[in-house]
């Protein structure tokens, strides 16, 4: 299950559902990134390229099942406006031992960090301004050794 | 072509920008005679 959504998702929900549809498996791992509130922001801007931006997620999908020993794999990741506290990302790996899970979900979050064409733009009370990967977002890609 | 852009617009040969060709995303040196359109995506930032 991979696809965008421009309403707000359910990360228990797809879970439920992950793990409902995942009957072999021993490990079921699963990731949520949400907007931080607190720090000023009022809002998330998540642009895409319709065409790319699904051709992106579905080579992630396709390199982490190919890299790690995973049954399946779920990537749910928002577009359009977001608030602070709100889901921005759902990624849930289910394999037959944990580590595999773990190092599934690990690696499809850095990779939708830098190689995904996905933009974030994020509105203050001083203005709007688009977001790059930090330097530490790359150096978490690094470690898995893939060719650009 | 990498050439002229790095003369013109050195930015766009900056790492974290992709290059697209026709739809596709592509890395390294690519042929691009019958390619129709060129597109450069600017550093993402998803997750």
Redesign the interface.
Known sequence: MRFLSADPIDPAALLDTFTRASTGAGAIVSFT?VVRGGDGVSELW?DH?P??TE??IGEVDADARRRFAVDDLSIV?RIGSVAPGEP??FVAAAATHRRAAFEAVDYA?DR?????????RETRADGTR????RPEDQADRARWEI?? | MRLWIGRQYPALLE??V?I?LD???T?GTVPIADVTEVAF???????
Do not use: F, N, Y
Not at chain 1, 130 to 133: F, S
């Open positions: 990134g998540l390229h065409g790319l051709q992106g990741h921005i990302v979050m939708l960090k830098t190689d995904v064409p996905l933009w974030k688009w977001i790059e990967a060719e650009t | 790492p974290t992709r697209a739809d596709v995303v890395a995506l600017p550093p993402v930032s998803g997750g």
